[in-house]
């Protein structure tokens, strides 16, 4: 895996615009944010961008519901046995 900076979670609450975007993007169970999701701390705004791509994708539309896209995500992420 790559290296790339990211802001520690303990610093998130420092930044105003990263401190806004914390309770959207924490994992509710670890209380931790995702690495996927920190390599975007050093720009808030593509993290906001990021975010708000992942939800609209997951959303439920007239083709498929939340469950079933949650269910091909799970299969993607088996396959390329990524535990996100």
């Known amino acids: ?3 790339i900076e990211v802001v520690p979670d303990e610093e998130w ?3 105003e615009a ?5 309770g959207r993007v924490v994992d509710k169970s670890s209380g931790q944010i995702d690495y996927v999701m920190s ?3 050093l720009n808030p705004r593509g993290l906001a961008a990021h975010d708000g791509l992942y939800r609209s ?3 439920g539309t ?5 469950v079933e896209r949650e269910l091909i995500a799970l299969v993607v992420s088996l ?4 535990h996100y």
């Open 62 to 66: 007239q083709s498929l519901r939340k």
């Open 1 to 3: 895996m790559a290296w």
């Open 79 to 82: 396959e390329n046995e990524c």
């Open 18 to 22: 990263l401190e806004s975007l914390y």
């Open 39 to 41: 390599v975007h701390s």
């Open 13 to 15: 609450a420092d930044d």
């Open 57 to 59: 994708a997951m959303a």
